[in-house]
């Protein structure tokens, strides 16, 4: 089967892109330092959490290992007198959580090795660079002809992919990219058919894919050659950035802010329809699109990293489709990069926030009604349009393209359906990675407006007046048991005092008919006769706890002065006669 349910040996399990969160729970002051004790959560999940301990030196060598972003990030500063005292720990600490916020949410930053060993350095402790010399120095044991010139380091945004600037010994003139990459968390291709896909990529033609001079892989990782091409991506064309400069310098903070020429937006845009059209036809999953992965060869744009899909790489844009659930093919996937890489061509920057609000004045308004179509909030709920749709859109159905090379790429039936499996399989992890950001969001937001000044003042109130109903309902009760204890004392007061009498005799008037028997002699008496009536039944003893009412109501309602006054003859004194 092409499909393996269980995961090969070579596959890395743990999605890079996922967000890591942090904050600070505790300082600890030692002799000479403070230690700040951080929680960092990888996803929405708590129990995928760990402690790390830094100091001020540890955020400060990584702060000016980021410095080659130019960015200005919010590092409390340094103080070399009195940083033991309790209220310069305390707000520091603010400080540096604040700092933590920045380079977690920052895209560019947060997907960055340095950030990432920082945060998570038992996860990351690896040296990418060196396994990836080692599995290239291997392969060229079996190809001779290949020589590395240079390694480009950290050009790229992926900490397990490396570059290399190749060339070829017979044309050593030609200067040539090579890429190596581990495989990744979404691959599950069996390891033959992996092997006969990636060497199927080099026979690929199509005007708008760049050409692959040579690929490779093996049960843990996939090696590609292709042409460098000294004018770079379409990312390093609107940035005005070097190609081989590291991505922190290239693309985090741009010296110039500057969107491309309408003509250009319209071209690169549609010839980039055209080659996803094209995939989604042939039933190759891509979901990889972004502006550093075009190549730009004249004026014509070209797709890199059609290998990314098969080893199972996740997407530069997954942590923003990953938050919205209609987003759940790689299809759509494809739309929601192309409105990312639509924007970046316009503005000339990426998006602030994902959705989109409102969009700045564009060249023209068939560019903002695509974009609406792509990454409004109305869009990423009701699910992204088609490709085919966008290209009959008025922005690009009348660009006329005049490349005439035939496309051609044959993808056998046995590995169609392997590919078609695998597809599946990535969707539905992305299908269960947002249906737990959706409850996650859900409980968030519950526990917000739980916890809103707002709802406690409304909770409050209704406790208010839950308390003075229950009092107001216990004393109507209290009132209701006096006013009845009134009312059987009044009864029992109007009806004498008696007591228990004895029980009523037999009835005899029947008897006296009979004529009463002879006297009998000296033998036992005769049985006395039988009375033809009933005898009555004797009269019920009147209720204890009735008497005893009445008795304290008489005890109660007695007035001395009703009494009569009485004349008393004292005979205790002596008689005289």
């Not at 590291?246 to 491309?260: A, E």
């Not at 969001?441 to 839950?466: D, F, N, V």
């Not at 005899?508 to 036992?524: K, N, Q, R, Y």
Request: aromatic share 8%; hydrophobic share 35%.
């Amino acid at each position: 089967m092409a499909f393996m349910e269980k995961p090969p040996a070579g596959k890395v399990l743990l999605d890079d892109t996922v967000p890591l969160t942090a904050q600070i729970e505790a300082s600890q002051s030692l002799h000479s330092h403070t230690e700040y004790i951080i929680r960092v959560q990888r996803g929405v999940s708590a129990e995928n959490s760990w402690q790390i301990v830094r100091r001020y030196s540890d955020f400060d060598l990584l702060n000016n290992s980021l410095q080659i972003s130019t960015l200005s990030l919010p590092l409390p500063p340094k103080k070399l007198i009195g940083n033991m005292e309790r209220e310069f720990i305390a707000e520091r600490q603010k400080g540096l959580q604040a700092y933590l916020d920045v380079i977690t949410t920052h895209h560019i930053l947060s997907n960055c090795e340095l950030v990432k060993k920082f945060l998570d350095p038992n996860s990351y402790s690896v040296n990418y660079t060196e396994i990836a010399l080692q599995h290239v120095s291997m392969f060229f044991r079996s190809e001779p002809k290949w020589e590395v010139v240079e390694p480009l380091k950290d050009i790229g945004w992926r900490i397990r992919k490396k570059y290399f600037l190749m060339k070829n010994k017979n044309q050593p003139k030609e200067r040539l990219m090579l890429s190596w990459a581990d495989l990744g968390p979404d691959k599950y291709l069996s390891d033959k058919d992996l092997q006969y896909a990636v060497k199927l990529l080099s026979s690929c033609s199509h005007p708008y894919i760049y050409k692959i001079t040579f690929a490779t892989a093996n049960e843990s990782s996939v090696l590609v050659i292709r042409p460098f091409s000294e004018k770079g991506t379409l990312k390093d064309l609107i940035y005005k950035a070097k190609p081989k400069d590291p991505f922190l310098k290239k693309y985090c903070n741009p010296k110039k802010i500057q969107g491309l020429e309408l003509q250009q937006i319209k071209t690169y845009g549609r010839q980039i329809l055209e080659v996803l059209k094209f995939l989604h036809e042939k039933g190759f999953p891509y979901g990889h699109l972004h502006s550093a992965n075009v190549m730009l060869d004249g004026d014509t744009c070209k797709l890199l990293d059609l290998e990314n899909s098969l080893l199972g790489l996740p997407s530069f844009y997954r942590s923003y489709f990953s938050q919205f659930r209609k987003i759940n093919t790689l299809e759509g996937i494809d739309v929601h990069c192309f409105g990312h890489l639509l924007y970046e061509m316009t503005y000339g920057r990426p998006p602030d926030t994902v959705p989109v609000d409102s969009f700045p004045p564009a060249p023209s308004v068939f560019v903002v009604s695509v974009l609406e179509s792509i990454l409004t909030c109305e869009a990423m709920k009701n699910g992204m349009p088609t490709v085919s749709r966008l290209l009959q859109m008025p922005l690009f159905s009348d660009v006329l393209l005049t490349n005439s090379e035939k496309p051609q790429f044959k993808i056998p039936t046995k590995l169609k359906e392997a590919l078609k499996t695998s597809k599946e399989c990535i969707e539905k992890r992305l299908t269960e990675e947002q249906k737990l950001i959706h409850q996650h969001r859900r409980l968030t937001r519950a526990q917000s407006h739980h916890g809103s000044e707002e709802e406690k003042k409304k909770r409050k109130i209704l406790a208010r007046k839950k308390s003075k109903r229950s009092a107001y309902e216990s004393g109507e009760e209290h009132s209701a048991k006096y006013s009845n204890s009134n009312n059987s004392a009044g009864s029992g007061a109007s009806s004498p005092l008696t007591s228990p009498s004895s029980p009523t005799p037999p009835s005899t008037a029947g008897a006296s008919s009979i004529p009463p028997a002879p006297p009998p002699p000296p033998l036992p008496p005769a049985a006395p006769p039988l009375s033809t009536e009933v005898p009555t039944q004797p009269s019920p003893q009147p209720n204890v706890s009735a008497s005893r009412g009445a008795l304290l109501s008489s005890i109660q309602n007695f007035q001395k002065g009703t009494l009569k006054k009485t004349q008393t003859c004292d005979y205790s004194a002596p008689r005289i006669s």
